[in-house]
């Protein structure tokens, strides 16, 4: 069973519009991760999360808000939309605390591919 | 320019032979990753080898690493088609930290192996 689910799957946005893309982990990680992979750049890390209530900004955060409401659920919103943020999405959890022999696995969703028009 | 990355694009094989992709990277490290994505689906980790190791191996799979050059290899042998797939090279510092798991990940290195 995917511990890692994100919903949706796929979306068609208008620019301008408001995108929320939503991740559940069942993992019971305090860490959550938004990704996202675009040709030539692979995975670039947008907003993190190390626990209920917290977001961090990471490497690419412009245009982006993150939002960590539980433990097992962290969203992406995209306020106003732009085609530039036409990608795909990966959510991830994980805890070094965890497990610090496992070093800092990740634990990936399936993606959400976002196209803007 | 990333703080990681593989040395190749792409890479294509017979199914049985061996592959190696190597990676770099320009940042101090306490351990780093390998990935596997798969069409379709979100990357899964293969193997981790940590700074203090030079060698780490998981069924057909073996990472190496150099922290005097700052790279990385992950030969895969008697490979089959199940294998084609995305391979990223992810730099870890949470052993570092002690408190935070951020991986830095390559632009990765599309390997194909099928008749």
């Known amino acids: 069973e995917a511990a890692v689910t994100q919903s949706p799957r796929n979306k068609v946005a208008v620019t301008g519009g408001k995108v929320t893309l939503s991740c559940n982990q069942t993992n019971n990680h305090n860490n959550m991760y938004w990704y996202r992979q675009d040709t030539g750049h692979g995975l670039r890390l947008i907003h993190y999360?190390?626990?209920?209530?917290?977001?961090e900004k990471g490497d690419i955060p412009d245009g982006y808000k993150a939002s960590r409401p539980s433990q097992e659920n962290f969203s992406l919103i995209l306020e106003l939309a732009t085609p530039s943020q036409t990608s795909v999405y990966f959510c991830?959890?994980?805890?070094?605390?965890?497990?610090?022999?496992?070093?800092?696995?990740?634990?990936f969703g399936e993606g959400s591919r976002l196209i803007v028009v | 320019s990333q703080l990681a990355e593989e040395n190749s694009w792409a890479l294509s094989v017979h199914e049985g032979e061996s592959v190696t992709v190597n990676c770099s990277y320009k940042t101090s490290i306490t351990a780093l990753q390998w990935y596997r994505q798969k069409s379709g689906k979100g990357p899964a980790q293969l193997i981790l080898i940590r700074s203090n190791e030079r060698e780490n191996r998981n069924g057909r799979l073996r990472a190496t690493l150099d922290t005097s050059s700052q790279s990385s290899s992950l030969s895969i042998t008697a490979t089959r088609c199940e294998d084609t797939a995305v391979y990223f090279c992810a730099t870890d510092g949470s052993l570092l930290s002690g408190s935070f798991n951020k991986l830095t990940f390559g632009a990765g290195t599309r390997l194909a192996v099928c008749p």
């Open positions: 991830a959890s994980g805890d070094y605390r965890a497990s610090p022999n496992s070093g800092n696995t990740l634990y």
């Open positions: 999360s190390y626990g209920a209530g917290s977001t």
